[in-house]
Antibody
Framework: QVQLQESGPGLVKPSETLSLTCTVSGGSISSYYWSWIRQPAGKGLEWIGRIYTSGSTNYNPSLKSRVTMSVDTSKNQFSLKLSSVTAADTAVYYC????????????WGQGTTVTVSS | QSALTQPASVSGSPGQSITISCTGTSSDVGGYNYVSWYQQHPGKAPKLMIYDVSNRPSGVSNRFSGSKSGNTASLTISGLQAEDEADYYCSSYTSSSRVFGGGTKLTVL
């Protein structure tokens, strides 16, 4: 059974770059889309973007200028970088597997909290 | 892209049925049959309950069903149980992106 685990700093300073990694276990990362979703405390979900194992990406237009995603198939990992962060980027960040052609997320990580503060 | 519109809260008694609506536009909900629904318990990750408007993943109870009419999708939960109390989010494909609803808190009375 595929499992996802997010990792990365829990505290990032304003204007710096948030970096998170998601490790895929129990299955191959190949031939799937992998997504990042975030959720500010007490608020709803926001799709950040997705990456295919070929490196092809789609990003939320509202975040596109600040987002970079990458994948490392040798390590079964994919990553998120969000630049020029502000307090508004404070949230729980989830990684998830997206089902191709159904555009839904069927496997989720447990989430990791990132706080933007000086 | 704007968030899809969901009621902030709904409630029902055990054994009853409830329906949660999710309203978008012809650019998202109305334009594609790629509406999905997620259940989220406090402090937990979301769980996929419905995909492609009305399909249930393996392991999801048949008490959960989905439908769509025009720009509005709906999630119906029949035979309400205490463990159904959670937040529910709809999501739709839109122009190479995804959009979520604001979420609905379901209270089982």
């Amino acid at each position: 059974q595929v499992q996802l685990q997010e990792s990365g700093p829990g505290l990032v300073k304003p204007s710096e770059t948030l970096s998170l990694t998601c490790t895929v276990s129990g299955g191959s990362i190949s031939s799937y889309y992998w997504s990042w979703i975030r959720q500010p405390a007490g608020k709803g979900l926001e799709w950040i973007g997705r990456i295919y194992t070929s490196g092809s990406t789609n990003y939320n237009p509202s975040l596109k200028s600040r987002v970079t995603m990458s994948v490392d198939t040798s390590k079964n990992q994919f990553s998120l970088k969000l630049s020029s962060v502000t307090a508004a980027d404070t949230a729980v960040y989830y990684c998830a597997r997206e089902v191709e052609y159904d555009f839904c997320m069927d496997v989720w990580g447990q989430g990791t909290t990132v706080t933007v503060s000086s | 892209q704007s968030a899809l519109t969901q009621p902030a809260s709904v409630s029902g008694s055990p054994g009853q049925s409830i329906t949660i609506s999710c309203t978008g536009t012809s650019s998202d909900v109305g334009g594609y049959n790629y509406v999905s629904w997620y259940q989220q318990h406090p402090g937990k990750a979301p769980k996929l309950m419905i995909y492609d408007v009305s399909n249930r993943p393996s392991g999801v109870s048949n008490r959960f069903s989905g439908s769509k009419s025009g720009n509005t999708a709906s999630l119906t939960i029949s035979g309400l149980q205490a463990e159904d109390e959670a937040d529910y989010y709809c999501s739709s494909y839109t122009s190479s992106s995804r959009v979520f609803g604001g979420g609905t808190k379901l209270t089982v009375l």
